[in-house]
């Protein structure tokens, strides 16, 4: 069932004209004729989990901050998109921007939003935010925007910002920093951006990812309990856009209902391993989740299921690992990222992911011990917990989950 890449293959499918022919801007007239606490039962009933990271569920947000009691409040929109592996928001952006304008509107509507801000980083100005540009000022032109929006008495102004590419900017707190035009610092929590004094400018924010937003049509449309039932396990409602690459024949974007099966995934939509290639390990939800092996294929991929499994949905980016991978490498790799990704502003993230960087590049280059193994496993545990965002909770899930399932790799290179 597709829900948000309906249009993706149509030409033009960014088109104003192609959106509405569809049925585009159907759901926000119905939206409007509604009260803005009915919108977001609604939105409860779907079982709609934010597609950003975490998982929270989205009607349990909106209600925080609505029962806020301070003005104004604000809905900022994270596009930010950083996690190695993912490019969903990207493409509905490219493909469909006017699916999330008009949820957007809707979001904003049920908050009791007036200025919503749009994050994107830098790299994406010419591209997928030029196409978001045209469509809020296409959206503007038609009286989606603006003053007394549609007749219903609801204003809403919308903003794009842009980003210098940080990484530590995709977390809320940091982005909303970056937003008031300081450094992208993550904010200690509590208060949380729901809350009064923790969202932007001090104020209650709901921070929502595209993919999250791009729902909310769809669920106007077909109701939060019809749109609950497409998914394939409890709590987990809609389908879901993965970013699958990795040595697949056919790597791509791909809308699955929630909770499909990696093999599924795999064999159904990405036609499988390429010739000659054995599955051995996935990374199932962006760099930052914790690996897992070929005969853990069968996991359902929703949220509840992987955190119960130690690991994580997280942005929906699917990377599927052949043979000829060296886990260590793999390792390696993301831990370079990590270690030039981190702020700085909490010593074990900032040390702990230089140092962990520093010892498996030491691994890979055939210069290790097998004590250096061990450390890079001791100082992935010592910087769980410790910091004030999850960037080093994200290095060292996956420090951890590498090599104790794929110790082998990291001996056959090691001396001793």
């Not at 106007?220 to 389908?239: A, F, H, Q, R």
Request: proline fraction near 5%; charge should be positive.
């Amino acid at each position: 069932m597709k829900l948000l890449t309906g249009d993706w293959d149509k030409p033009n499918s960014w088109a104003l004209d192609t959106y509405k022919a569809s049925g585009g801007y159907k759901a926000l007239p119905k939206a409007l004729k509604m009260q803005p606490q009915q919108i977001v039962e609604e939105v409860v009933k779907s079982n709609l989990r934010g597609r950003g990271g975490a998982g929270f569920p989205t009607g349990m947000k909106w209600t925080f901050v609505r029962k806020e009691t301070s003005f104004p409040k604000y809905l900022v929109v994270n596009a930010d998109e950083g996690e190695p592996g993912t490019f969903k928001d990207r493409e509905i952006l490219l493909k469909s921007p006017h699916l999330f304008v008009e949820g957007l509107v809707i979001g904003c509507y049920a908050v009791e939003c007036h200025r919503t801000y749009v994050y994107c980083r830098g790299e994406f100005r010419d591209s997928a935010m030029k196409r978001l540009q045209t469509a809020i000022d296409e959206a503007y032109a038609q009286g989606y925007f603006g003053k007394n929006i549609l007749g219903s008495g609801f204003d809403l102004e919308a903003h794009c910002v842009f980003g210098a590419g940080a990484y530590i900017c995709g977390e809320e707190t940091a982005m909303l920093e970056s937003i008031e035009g300081r450094k992208g610092y993550p904010r200690l929590k509590p208060p949380f951006p729901a809350n009064a004094g923790g969202g932007l400018f001090k104020q209650p924010t709901a921070v929502n990812n595209v993919e999250t937003l791009a729902n909310m049509p769809p669920i106007i449309n077909l109701g939060g309990d019809e749109y609950s039932k497409i998914g394939l396990v409890p709590k987990n409602g809609g389908t879901r856009l993965y970013a699958v690459s990795g040595h697949v024949k056919k790597p791509g974007v791909y809308e699955a209902p929630m909770g499909i099966s990696f093999r599924k995934l795999l064999d159904d939509y990405c036609g499988g391993m390429r010739e000659g290639s054995t599955l051995k390990a996935i990374i199932p939800g962006g760099a930052s989740s914790a690996i897992i092996t070929a005969e853990e294929a069968d996991w359902a991929s929703d949220f509840d299921t992987l955190k119960a499994k130690k690991t994580m949905a997280g942005s929906g980016a699917v990377v599927y690992f052949d043979q000829t991978v060296n886990m260590a490498h793999a390792l390696a790799n993301v831990m370079r990222f990590f270690a030039h990704e981190s702020c700085g502003q909490c010593t074990p993230c900032r040390e702990g992911t230089a140092w962990l960087s520093r010892l498996l590049d030491k691994i890979v280059a055939g210069k290790g011990a097998k004590l250096d193994v061990d450390n890079v496993h001791q100082i992935a545990r010592q910087m769980e917990m410790k910091t004030i965002c999850a960037l080093a909770d994200g290095a060292a899930m996956p420090a951890k989950s590498y090599i104790e399932k794929f110790r082998a790799d990291f001996d056959a290179l090691v001396r001793g």
